[in-house]
């Protein structure tokens, strides 16, 4: 139900990125509303949408931050990049030039997180087969060069939106358990839930034997 | 000490309302209107075509087909009974999904008003006023035609008060009087719970007090010292929702607890009677039997074999669904033979004679309206019959008591049997309660603890309804059945929802008094963006009325707020201030 108590162990941050126009505000909706927003406005700055998960018995926090894709905003984004332990980085496959970008993308998501972010490639509008200009076959390919994981989704039937977030989620949560993130960095953009909190401040979550900070 | 803390915490006030808000300068025309109608319909009877609607008023409001339908079938009478001259009745139908017509005066009402009496969204009520006169100068020599007011407002009596002072303007003089009567409800003020109200209409003024969820349930009506009537009235509306009990029940009073105990189990119940007036009253009366907790089911006060839910209701291949209809075609006495509670009631001809309930018989004697009044069940009462009431009542009859005190009296008593009913749950729900103290910045808004059925069957031992009623019988077997019921997931949700609300408020003031800023001072980026994305959607909430602070809470937030982006580096400050 939703007004029941949750609570969560960690907070991960994502950030979506990629060309004007290529949906990433309908995956964000789909993937926290399970619904098609059909007119979306453009994204001024920076949204966020929020969704609780589950990864190994473990409650994930998603806190996203859905950031603008005209050129104009590309300058204030740094912000947006410091700490975020995932990117989802989209283009249309039915607009080349939004895949042609992607190295600009990839750049900019390199350079300005940390080097254990966990980038995720998403080809968004797979429903529109018939307009296809990018074939998944070399995009796949790009991934693979660029060590991205890879999945083609349409935010408009939901088709693949969960599992680009989820397994997106899966990935940093191992990359904690094998230890290869390390949450005490600054900028892990992973917030692990301290068991014993002195101060806490919390809320949402109902009191608990843990006492979660926020 | 566990007590006292429960009553501080469980008056729900709400302090203040966002009235003054940018949401109503701006009233335009109709606006006022659709707070207390959504149109006026005018039904004729078509040679060619049966019922034909022949007008809607405003003509910008939409209907579906199927609604327009729906209300040309039930506007008239079902069956073959005479109803000559005028006939008053009232319907409700489903409206058809996927319209958004949201009024926001409705959501102010349901906020404050009595549980039983809030605005189901879903629905529209239809109060027909239906006149069949002869006339030598049609084909066919017969006036036949219907004045109806759609409305979500459940105010039966004062929305065939206004029905009636409305139709017959209308018969006489055609659609300019239905204009000006549109445009006096056009002027009308909110229905706001706890305020009297001065209605002008067509030259009169109605004068009523909408109800208030602070009401007290039993005794005087409690009127605000500022809203003493200032205009001189026509017309005083008792009340704009109860209606007459007694008159309705009369035929079947010997039955009454055991049809509290069939409405209050949310058993499926279909009331025959002779005509459209008799069955809806009898519905409307069984729907309120268990007032103040709120029937939470679907009911028909009128329901016809034209009705687009008719396939659904009528069914053989499942169990009857859990609803009260009001019919009058005889038809329905075979369709409906396999329902388990069956309400007879017949003209009313002022003998209430005491009838024993009439166990369910062959279905030869059912197929006709004409079997004698009574209840047709077999249903065994849990609880023992009050036998005083029935005598007082039937008193009443032959000292020639005026029905409205017959009504009073007739209602008082149910009220106290719900009452016997429901104390000892709101008593048990009251100790699932958290502590004052256990709400603390540091934590989150503690929880209700769940409902244990078993546990709260403990407490009727020491605390049950036997404090407050004489009843005997099988109080717990009657809870079981309850349980199972929506009117106890409807009750328990809504207490759930109010107890919860008051939770986040005394969380939230509870926060507004941290040092919110000293606290970020060691926490990393994304646990503060995350403390100002939750603060943010808490303070959305407040503001949409939802969690029940003061405003004065509400701007100490947005000081939190802004202290704690202020302390961020100035690019997040700037991201997270478009959010504000």
């Known amino acids: 139900m939703a007004a029941g108590p949750y609570n969560y162990s960690y907070i991960f941050k994502y950030i979506i990125i990629g060309d004007m126009g290529v949906g990433k505000s309908c995956l964000l909706h789909q993937f926290t509303e399970k619904k098609f927003m059909a007119d979306c406005p453009h994204t001024i700055g920076v949204e966020f949408g929020t969704r609780i998960i589950e990864v190994s018995g473990q409650k994930i926090k998603l806190q996203i931050w859905d950031t603008a894709g005209q050129e104009r905003f590309r300058a204030v984004t740094r912000s947006y990049y410091r700490g975020a332990a995932g990117a989802l980085m989209v283009y249309d496959i039915t607009r080349r030039s939004t895949y042609n970008h992607l190295s600009s993308w990839l750049t900019d998501a390199r350079n300005l997180t940390n080097p254990n972010t966990v980038i995720f490639l998403i080809g968004n509008k797979s429903d529109l087969e018939a307009q296809r200009d990018v074939t998944y076959e070399e995009a796949k390919q790009f991934a693979d060069e660029n060590g991205l994981m ?6 408009k039937t939901g088709e693949n939106v969960e ?6 989620a899966r990935k940093i949560y191992q990359n904690i358990q094998d230890g290869s993130l390390d949450l005490n960095a600054a900028e892990s953009g992973v917030q692990h839930k301290p068991s014993a909190p002195r101060n806490a401040i919390n809320t949402d979550q109902p009191a608990n034997k843990e006492g979660c900070a926020c | 000490m566990a007590a006292d803390v429960h009553q501080q915490i ?26 207390w109608l959504h149109c006026a319909c005018v039904v004729t009877f078509d ?20 609604e327009k339908i729906n209300i040309c079938y039930l506007s008239f009478p079902d069956s073959n009974s005479g109803c000559m001259g005028d006939t008053k009745f009232h319907f409700r139908i489903r409206q058809c999904p996927g319209r958004k017509n949201h009024i926001l005066a409705h959501d102010d009402f349901n906020r404050e008003c009595p549980a039983s009496l809030q605005i189901d969204n879903a629905y529209y009520y239809g109060y027909v006023y239906f006149r069949q006169t002869k006339d030598k100068s049609i084909r066919r020599g017969y006036f036949q035609k219907s004045l109806v007011l759609v409305s979500k407002l459940p105010f039966i009596p004062l929305l065939e ?4 002072i409305m139709a017959p303007e209308y018969f006489d003089n055609g659609e300019p009087s239905l204009e000006a009567a549109c445009h006096d409800i056009d002027q009308w003020p909110e229905p706001t719970p706890g305020e009297t109200l001065n209605l002008p209409l067509m030259g009169s003024v109605v004068q009523v007090r909408i109800p208030s969820r602070s009401d007290k349930v039993i005794g005087a009506v409690q009127t605000k010292t500022h809203t003493v009537p200032q205009i001189p009235v026509n017309h005083v509306l008792q009340s704009i ?24 189990t949310g ?11 008799l069955c809806a009253n009898a519905v409307q009366a069984l729907v309120s039997i268990i007032w103040p907790l709120k029937y939470c089911s679907d009911y028909r006060p009128y329901f016809t074999i034209h009705d687009s839910e008719f396939k659904e209701y009528t069914t053989k291949t499942q169990a009857p669904p859990a609803v009260i ?21 017949g003209e009313t001809s002022g003998d209430a004679s005491p009838r024993a309930v009439l166990k369910l018989k062959k279905s030869s004697s059912l197929k006709t309206l004409d079997s004698k009044p009574g209840v047709y069940t077999r249903y065994k009462p849990y609880l023992s019959k009050d036998k005083t009431i029935l005598k007082r009542l039937s008193k009443g009859i032959q000292l020639k008591r005026p029905v409205e005190v017959q009504s009073a009296m007739l209602r008082r008593f149910l009220l106290e049997l719900t009452q016997s009913f429901m104390i000892p749950l709101e008593r048990y729900m009251a100790s699932l309660m958290p502590l004052q103290r256990n709400i603390s910045p540091h934590k989150g808004p503690p929880v209700l603890k769940p409902f244990n059925v078993e546990e709260f069957l403990k407490t009727l031992d020491h605390s049950g309804p036997q404090l407050t009623s004489g009843l005997k019988g099988d109080w717990i077997g009657l809870y079981r059945k309850f349980f199972k019921c929506p009117n106890f997931d409807g009750w328990y949700h809504f207490r759930q929802k109010e107890v919860n609300q008051k939770l986040q408020a005394l969380h939230l003031e509870a926060l507004c008094k941290e040092d919110l800023v000293n606290w970020v001072r060691d926490k990393q980026e994304v646990e503060i963006v995350d403390l100002v994305l939750r603060l943010k959607d808490k303070m959305i909430s407040a503001q949409n009325n939802d969690i029940p602070v003061s405003m004065d809470i509400v701007k100490k937030l947005k000081c939190h707020l802004h202290s704690i982006i202020s302390s961020l580096p100035e690019d997040l400050q700037s991201v997270l201030k478009t959010h504000l």
């Open chain 1, 163 to 168: 599992e680009a977030f989820l397994d997106t």
């Open chain 2, 325 to 345: 209809l009001g019919v009058t075609n005889p038809f329905f006495a075979k369709t409906l033979q396999h329902w388990p509670n069956i309400v007879r009631i």
């Open chain 2, 267 to 277: 058993e499926p119940v279909v009331v025959m009677a002779s005509s459209p007036t």
């Open chain 1, 150 to 155: 890879f999945l083609e989704c349409s935010a």
């Open chain 2, 241 to 264: 929702h109860e209606t007459d009990l007694f008159s309705a029940f009369q035929p079947v009073l010997q039955h009454l607890q055991l049809m509290w105990e069939l409405v209050l």
């Open chain 2, 10 to 35: 469980m008056p729900l006030e709400r302090k203040f309302s966002l009235q003054d808000s940018p949401r109503s300068p701006t009233v335009l025309p109709w606006d006022r209107f659709s707070n």
């Open chain 2, 47 to 66: 040679l060619e075509l049966g019922q034909a609607m022949e007008l809607v008023y405003p003509g910008h409001v939409k209907l579906t087909e199927r």
């Open chain 2, 161 to 164: 008060h206004m029905v009636e």
